[in-house]
């Protein structure tokens, strides 16, 4: 028995421990195949502490009645592994949920309480439903359109899906963080160019519309190149004073320079009145008519 790794039970008060004992030394009993008239004293002989003194309790009391294997076993779930505590780990069972566990460590979790429900015991297609209700609903939902006959099927398609979905999560948060990664370069680039000052022939940046002088864009019309006009690019250019080319108004030499009384004198010529586009356009015209098939024009004169 020592060397299949038999252990001692001291009286915790876990039932798991408790029944954990008794399983591990009833498997010890069959692979030695211990005779039934030796299991008794063999399991007495690997209690200590509690455990002990609880059997020489009972021994004082009924010992003459405890004299075979099962009767031992008996009494010893009677005192570590009672019927309420088996009802309530039949509904922890019932209730177990994966959580934010694994499918490995759920199924683990679920192994462990099944054996106290009974009526799973006997029934594979029970344990399959059983074990898919506790599923994330995630996974649960993948598996609802498949039809499994045992445990070990659901547990390793549901382990397949968990191992899908983890990889698909993966992806996405790289996706999200290059995409944030970009975003955040772009913004940092465009901080960047705001801060710089325009230098030389750099666009003073005055965005789509155009100088006011030559109707261009990329500069303003205090910079535009065609406003700086030599004495060549003035022959086009009439004074509207005196009506001469070469010079604009406000470099005219006949212009009105005032005086101290508030009189002025103006030595250039009246400023020629330009005649209006609906004058021009009304300036003559033709009439015309029919008359016995033919037809005549006539010019008037200008009103």
Not at 69 to 85: C, G, I, L, S, T
Not at 199 to 227: A, I, L, M, V, W
Not at 288 to 295: D, F, I, P, S, T
Request: aromatic residues 12%; positive net charge; glycine residues 8%.
């Amino acid at each position: 028995m020592k060397t299949l790794g038999t252990y001692h039970f001291e009286g915790e008060p876990d039932l798991y421990q408790a029944d954990a004992w008794l399983q591990s030394i009833e498997r010890n009993f069959a692979a030695t195949r211990c005779p039934i008239n030796f299991k008794k004293d063999v399991g007495i002989y690997y209690l200590r502490k509690d455990a002990l003194n609880w059997w020489e309790s009972v021994d004082r009391q009924k010992g003459q009645y405890v004299n075979t294997w099962e009767k031992f076993k008996h009494e010893f779930e009677q005192k570590y592994f009672p019927p309420e505590a088996r009802d309530r780990l039949t509904q922890e069972f019932l209730r177990l949920e994966q959580g934010e566990k694994s499918v490995r460590a759920y199924e683990a979790e679920f192994m462990r309480l099944q054996r106290y429900a009974s009526y799973c015991n006997e029934d594979d297609k029970a344990l399959v439903r059983q074990f898919m209700q506790g599923l994330k609903p995630e996974i649960g939902g993948r598996l609802q359109s498949v039809t499994f006959t045992n445990p070990h099927e659901v547990i390793e398609r549901a382990v397949n899906v968990e191992t899908y979905l983890q990889k698909e999560k993966a992806a996405w948060n790289k996706r999200k963080m290059e995409f944030n990664a970009t975003t955040k370069s772009k913004k940092g680039g465009q901080s960047s160019n705001q801060g710089k000052p325009h230098k030389g022939n750099q666009k003073s940046g005055n965005g789509d519309r155009g100088c006011y002088t030559c109707g261009e864009k990329g500069h303003f019309s205090r910079n535009c190149p065609r406003s700086f006009m030599t004495t060549e690019s003035l022959m086009h250019v009439r004074c509207y004073l005196c009506g001469e080319f070469g010079h604009y108004a406000t470099s005219c030499p006949n212009r009105v320079v005032g005086t101290a009384g508030g009189s002025g004198k103006q030595n250039a010529p009246p400023r020629p009145m330009k005649e209006s586009p609906a004058k021009r356009l009304t300036s003559s015209g033709k009439v015309y008519a029919l008359e016995a098939g033919l037809m005549w024009s006539q010019v008037l004169p200008n009103s």
